[in-house]
């Protein structure tokens, strides 16, 4: 890694169904941050790969494990999340939380420690969360927050900010300028530039 960046590989996880939806623009935004200082950027679309839930059968977490025991996309995005030093997490709020697309994502990331050595540990975390209430707390974007912080709090990871905001239609975020200056400068920030 260079002297001057904290992390060069970015991976980002959009989980909404809406490709051009509102937190994929900020999601966007925080990308064009990060590359504007350096970093390599890589996108996955949680919504267009096969994840199944997790069956909570410890495999992962056996001495002599091998990883995670389904057999499916978590496969190939494993590698790519202990290779980021960053990852940028982006959903809407979907009944007061999370969408399901993102945490089924989380929850399968139980299964990261089979595949390297404290794998949570130092990660640098970006978050973006858009919502249709008039603010964080009426639309449940604060439960989203709360679960990201105790996650990644627990695994030993940091979240270097959040950019948040209201919006219904896809896209319409894109006129809350502030809010997108606000994402590109956490994308700088989360890759160690100032
Ligand atoms: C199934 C569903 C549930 C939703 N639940 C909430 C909610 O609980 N609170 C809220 O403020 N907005 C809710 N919304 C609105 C979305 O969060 C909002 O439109 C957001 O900007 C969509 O982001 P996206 O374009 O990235 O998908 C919901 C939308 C859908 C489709």
């Given at each position: 890694m260079s002297d001057k960046l904290k992390a060069e590989n970015v991976l980002v996880l959009l989980g909404s169904p809406r490709k051009k939806g509102n937190s994929a623009v900020l999601a966007e935004h925080i990308t064009r941050g990060a590359e504007s200082a350096g970093a390599k950027v890589e996108t996955i679309y949680l919504n267009g790969m096969k994840i199944l839930p997790c069956q909570s059968c410890y495999t992962c977490q056996k001495a002599d494990t091998k990883g995670c025991a389904i057999n499916d996309d978590m496969q190939f995005i494993f590698p790519k999340l202990i290779k980021s030093e960053a990852w940028v997490i982006a959903s809407p709020v979907y009944w007061f939380n999370m969408t399901a697309q993102t945490k089924l994502f989380m929850d399968r990331c139980f299964a990261l420690s089979a595949y390297g050595?404290?794998?949570?540990?130092g990660k640098r975390i970006a978050i973006a969360i858009t919502y249709e209430g008039s603010d964080p707390f009426n639309s449940g974007a604060v439960n989203a927050f709360r679960i990201f912080q105790d996650t990644y709090n627990y695994v030993g990871s940091k979240i270097v900010g959040m950019v948040y905001g209201s919006a219904y239609k896809a896209g319409e975020i894109k006129s809350n300028k502030d809010l997108l200056k606000q994402a590109e400068r956490l994308g700088k920030r989360l890759v160690g530039a100032k």
């Open positions: 050595k404290n794998p949570f540990a």
